[in-house]
């Protein structure tokens, strides 16, 4: 997809990841919908960017919220062709604590919930808005980028709930790129290493320190500016389908 005179939306649109995916978005054009629970960052970044950036507060795992925000998408004066899946949580915790004790299911069914079904369902309600649209070059109706993590690989000690959620979302990208192949709408999924997002912000500047010096190269931290630029050579390269792209400066992650 080369023309970025569309709508689009992005999930977790607000911050991190998805606020630089937004950010890079409305600069190319696109009307943007951000969808993300923090409603004062979401409401600020829309009317920083103005034009047609909105900010609608959804929660990813509700199929209405996530619905009333497509309509929001789908409401402006282009067509919908584009979803970014940037919302998502993160959990520490062993299968057995140091003392036995077993990790808590809660957490664990609230971090599936929120990284693998939400993204889920913000897919396929998407991707039913993409199939009624006109396709365009190619017949491509929309293009679909989700977003994993290297622990999906190398899911490290404590990471369980983690690694499973962000491993469904790597499993998922194949059978949902053939699944939609029919209606025109691609489906990739970046899988990213350590980004320097609000999830890393909070830790000591020794440990992010320690933490980009054991990555190969580039050694630094990614930055989301990264990831944005990298979703939208996804958008823009129409025969890229189906795969999974890490993004780590060749790092793989050690068991702790």
């Known amino acids: 997809m080369k023309d970025f005179d569309v709508s689009a939306l992005v999930t977790g649109g607000a911050s991190g990841l998805g606020e630089a995916t937004t950010r890079a978005l409305a600069a190319r054009g696109a009307a ?8 004062g960052r979401g ?7 103005g034009g047609h950036t909105t900010f609608v507060p959804t929660d990813v795992t509700d199929e209405a919220s996530v619905q009333a925000a497509i309509e929001d ?43 693998l ?6 897919l396929r309600l998407a991707a039913a808005a993409m199939a009624r649209t006109e396709p365009g070059e190619d017949g491509e109706r929309g293009v679909i980028v989700n977003t994993a993590s290297i622990a999906a690989y190398d899911g490290q000690i404590g990471q369980i709930a983690y690694a499973a959620s962000k491993g469904g979302i790597v499993g ?33 500047e020794e440990a992010r320190t320690s933490l980009a010096a054991g990555i190969p190269f580039p050694r630094r931290l990614g930055r ?33």
């Open 172 to 204: 998922m990208t194949l059978p949902a790129a053939r699944d939609l192949a029919a209606v025109g709408v691609r489906v990739c999924t970046i899988a990213p290493g350590l980004v320097d997002t609000p999830l890393l912000a909070g830790l000591p």
């Open 32 to 39: 943007v919908t951000i969808l993300d629970v923090q409603a």
């Open 224 to 256: 989301p500016d990264d990831y944005a630029q990298l979703a939208l050579a996804i958008i823009e390269q129409g025969y890229l389908n189906g795969e999974v792209v890490r993004m780590d400066a060749a790092l793989r992650m050690a068991p702790r």
């Open 117 to 122: 079904v939400g993204t889920f369902n913000v």
């Open 73 to 115: 998408a789908t409401g402006k004066d282009r067509p919908l062709r584009i979803a970014v899946n940037c919302a998502g949580i993160g959990w520490a915790g062993r299968t057995l604590g140091r003392d036995g004790t077993p990790h808590e299911l809660a957490p664990f069914t609230r971090t599936v919930m929120v990284n």
């Open 43 to 49: 409401v600020a970044l829309a009317d920083e960017l």
